[in-house]
């Protein structure tokens, strides 16, 4: 798939530097910016669903407990 993206020259500069700084190229640039926001904004929503869920159940366990009821340990 190819995705087009209109950006002015100064933005470009900038884009292409920091690309060519990290040794990677302007495409796997945004390839893994996408994919990090995507997974930042997914790990939020995990995050804020499990606060919400403890707050309506406020209980914890230790993790050795956690790790026997698992057979992790």
Do not use: C, H, W
């Not at 530097?17 to 904004?41: K, P, Q």
């Not at 499990?50 to 340990?73: F, T």
């Amino acid at each position: 798939m190819t995705i087009s993206l209109r950006l002015n020259d100064a933005d470009m500069e900038i884009i292409k530097a920091y690309a060519e700084m990290n040794g990677i190229s302007v495409s796997e640039l945004f390839r893994r910016s996408v994919l990090e926001r995507i997974e930042d904004e997914f790990d939020l929503q995990t995050y804020n669903k499990a606060i919400e869920e403890y707050k309506q159940n406020p209980v914890s366990y230790p993790l050795e407990d956690v790790i026997k009821e698992l057979n992790l340990g």
